[in-house]
């Protein structure tokens, strides 16, 4: 076993910095992702910590709220930092942990991209603008083997009368570095009937993330659709 690295005094205080720490839901996040990264399952992570599994499960439940020692020692059984620890990212990329053994690599049929796909979700719009080849995110919603989203007015993802543009959608699992990806490759419509879009609107997911007004449905006819699923061998 490669040797841990020698403890260092525990920082003052009860957490990383001025402000408040990061909730128990947090700190679990950040130990299961460090325990993944590492490969080593909740037992070998308290072994290491020189603590139980049950004592392990109640740090994290604890959030910030527990003994700064019991943190650097956990902090150590998981090669990083006690800041790192308690106030590291959480919105890393995904693909952090390494690749599953032997992964295997299959192409989606069709009607199984229109599956994984499902009835809403985000995804993404890739185009050429004026400015130049774009990726936008946009809430979507799957209507009858199309994808549509709103939009404002102006916005770039309007893709009206820009040609050929494509649509991409995944769900990855990084547990078990697995997952899938689906392409759809069209054109842009407008979405003017009005029935339709009081139908669209009423939807779940019909609602964008973003703030401000957008008021404009899209609709990407599909020319071709494919998919690839990556799963442990």
């Not at 959480?90 to 009835?119: H, I």
């Amino acid at each position: 076993m490669t040797p841990l690295p020698t403890p260092l005094p525990p920082p003052d205080g009860p957490g990383p910095g001025p402000g408040p720490g990061p909730g128990p839901e947090e700190v679990a996040l950040r130990v299961a992702l460090r325990s993944r990264q590492l490969g080593l399952s909740r037992e070998e992570v308290a072994a290491r910590a020189g603590m139980s599994p049950g004592y392990l499960r109640h740090l994290e439940e604890l959030g910030t709220g527990f003994d700064p020692e019991a943190a650097h020692r956990l902090a150590v059984a998981l090669e990083t930092t006690y800041d790192d620890l308690l106030g590291g990212r959480t919105d890393l990329p995904p693909g952090q942990p390494p690749p599953a053994p032997a992964p295997v690599l299959a192409r989606l049929a069709p009607q199984e991209c229109w599956d994984r796909l499902s009835d809403h979700g985000i995804g993404r719009v890739a185009l050429t603008s004026d400015a130049g080849p774009v990726v936008l995110p946009v809430n979507y919603l799957v209507d009858a083997h199309a994808i549509v989203y709103r939009t404002s007015a102006a916005g770039a993802a309007t893709a009206v009368g820009a040609g050929e543009l494509a649509f991409e959608a995944d769900r990855l699992d990084e547990a078990r570095s697995a997952g899938w990806s689906v392409l759809v490759v069209g054109t842009a419509e407008p979405v003017t009937d009005a029935a339709t879009v009081r139908r669209l609107t009423g939807q779940p997911g019909a609602e964008p993330w973003a703030a401000g007004v957008r008021e404009h449905w899209i609709r990407i006819v599909p020319a071709r659709i494919s998919g690839r699923l990556i799963t442990p061998g």
